[in-house]
């Protein structure tokens, strides 16, 4: 009897099954492999962008090469370019600038020595990939180099160790390497160095060690600028970057001019960080001025919206 039953229940789910039009049944025996190659298709779309965004980067701009021999060789350097300092990573935690960029026991120093201990680790600054991992007994030492999505390459050396290989793709604040003392290097630091198509450029303009932090989100080089740029940003931020000779209203000025975006340094012009709340009538009565001045000198009109951290010039 049970067995009848059993018969009937089975026979009754065969019949069932075959009472779905055969293109459902289809439909339900290709959903899964339809399902898998979507998804294929989606990684594959993926990586299509993030190769686009890559390519279309300033770098991509700036380099007609990809070349693992040289860990510098300077090609044309445009008049101006705008460096994105947005997503960075300190490549140190050390607070202690020990040498500055520029001019040296009677040569070029490249780039800003900062003190680390043989161990500490030593991250990437930005996003990009590595171009150069070698040893270089009478120079670089055991060095890294990284080229940079924003157009920026980096250069990390006299480092103990290496933690990365050449084309490696890293983030900002990626491990790449130990702190050390390997090659021309009379005690443990990194040397770090930032160059735009192979040409040095002082990395107190973008960077502040004792700070942590980068001085803008972006960095407008210009070449007829950047000297004066460069002299200042290490009378502020470099090898005893407070004793400067001026006053500490001055150096206020000369660091809001640095940071503000198409101004350069002149001793008839100041400038005033906004805070929250401030209003042009207020600044005004502040730094002695009219408002009619601050308008005009700053290209604004009188209902502008100020923003906390804005520049605004005033004489």
Same mark, same amino acid.
């Given at each position: 009897?049970?067995?009848?039953?059993?018969?009937?229940?089975?026979?009754?789910?065969?019949?069932?099954?075959?009472?779905?039009?055969?293109?459902?049944?289809?439909?339900?025996?290709?959903?899964?492999?339809?399902?898998?190659?979507?998804?294929?298709?989606?990684?594959?779309?993926?990586?299509?962008?993030?190769?686009?965004?890559?390519?279309?980067?300033?770098?991509?701009?700036?380099?007609?090469?990809?070349?693992?021999?040289?860990?510098?060789?300077?090609?044309?350097?445009?008049?101006?370019?705008?460096?994105?300092?947005?997503?960075?990573?300190?490549?140190?935690?050390?607070?202690?600038?020990?040498?500055?960029?520029?001019?040296?026991?009677?040569?070029?120093?490249?780039?800003?020595?900062?003190?680390?201990?043989?161990?500490?680790?030593?991250?990437?600054?930005?996003?990009?990939?590595?171009?150069?991992?070698?040893?270089?007994?009478?120079?670089?030492?055991?060095?890294?180099?990284?080229?940079?999505?924003?157009?920026?390459?980096?250069?990390?050396?006299?480092?103990?160790?290496?933690?990365?290989?050449?084309?490696? &793709?890293?983030?900002?604040?990626?491990?790449?390497? #130990?702190? !050390?003392?390997? /090659?021309? *290097? +009379? =005690?443990?630091?990194?040397?770090?160095?930032?160059?735009?198509?192979?040409?040095?450029?002082?990395?107190?303009?973008?960077?502040?060690?004792?700070?942590?932090?980068?001085?803008?989100?972006?960095?407008?080089?210009?070449?007829?600028?950047? &000297?004066?740029?460069?002299?200042?940003?290490?009378? #502020?931020? !470099?090898?005893? /970057?407070? *004793? +400067? =000779?001026?006053?500490?209203?001055?150096?206020?000025?000369?660091?809001?001019?640095?940071?503000?975006?198409?101004?350069?340094?002149?001793?008839?012009?100041?400038?005033?960080?906004?805070?929250?709340?401030?209003?042009?009538?207020?600044?005004?009565?502040?730094?002695?001025?009219?408002?009619?001045? #601050?308008?005009?000198?700053?290209?604004?009109?009188?209902?502008?919206?100020?923003?906390?951290?804005?520049?605004?010039?005033?004489?």
């Amino acid at each position: 009897m049970i067995l009848n039953k059993i018969r009937t229940v089975a026979i009754a789910a065969c019949l069932s099954l075959s009472a779905i039009p055969s293109v459902a049944q289809d439909l339900l025996a290709k959903q899964a492999p339809i399902d898998k190659k979507m998804k294929a298709v989606d990684s594959v779309a993926l990586s299509r962008l993030i190769q686009n965004e890559q390519l279309e980067s300033p770098s991509a701009d700036l380099y007609n090469e990809w070349d693992n021999r040289y860990a510098h060789k300077a090609t044309a350097l445009p008049d101006s370019f705008n460096i994105n300092l947005r997503g960075f990573c300190m490549p140190t935690t050390s607070r202690v600038v020990t040498s500055n960029f520029g001019h040296r026991w009677g040569r070029q120093h490249k780039g800003i020595d900062v003190k680390v201990y043989i161990g500490d680790t030593i991250r990437a600054a930005f996003s990009g990939k590595v171009r150069i991992v070698r040893y270089e007994a009478r120079g670089y030492g055991k060095y890294v180099v990284i080229r940079h999505y924003n157009g920026l390459e980096t250069i990390y050396g006299h480092m103990s160790k290496h933690l990365v290989t050449e084309n490696d &793709e890293v983030k900002a604040g990626d491990p790449i390497g #130990l702190g !050390g003392n390997t /090659g021309r *290097s +009379t =005690g443990s630091h990194l040397h770090f160095e930032t160059r735009l198509c192979g040409v040095a450029l002082n990395p107190a303009i973008m960077f502040d060690f004792r700070n942590q932090d980068v001085v803008n989100d972006n960095y407008m080089f210009r070449r007829d600028t950047y &000297e004066g740029e460069s002299a200042i940003a290490n009378r #502020l931020r !470099g090898v005893g /970057g407070k *004793s +400067t =000779g001026n006053s500490d209203k001055d150096n206020e000025d000369i660091e809001l001019a640095t940071a503000a975006p198409a101004a350069s340094y002149a001793t008839d012009v100041r400038f005033h960080k906004v805070r929250s709340g401030e209003t042009l009538s207020s600044i005004a009565r502040k730094r002695g001025t009219t408002v009619d001045a #601050l308008c005009k000198l700053n290209r604004i009109g009188k209902r502008i919206r100020l923003m906390p951290g804005q520049i605004l010039k005033y004489n």
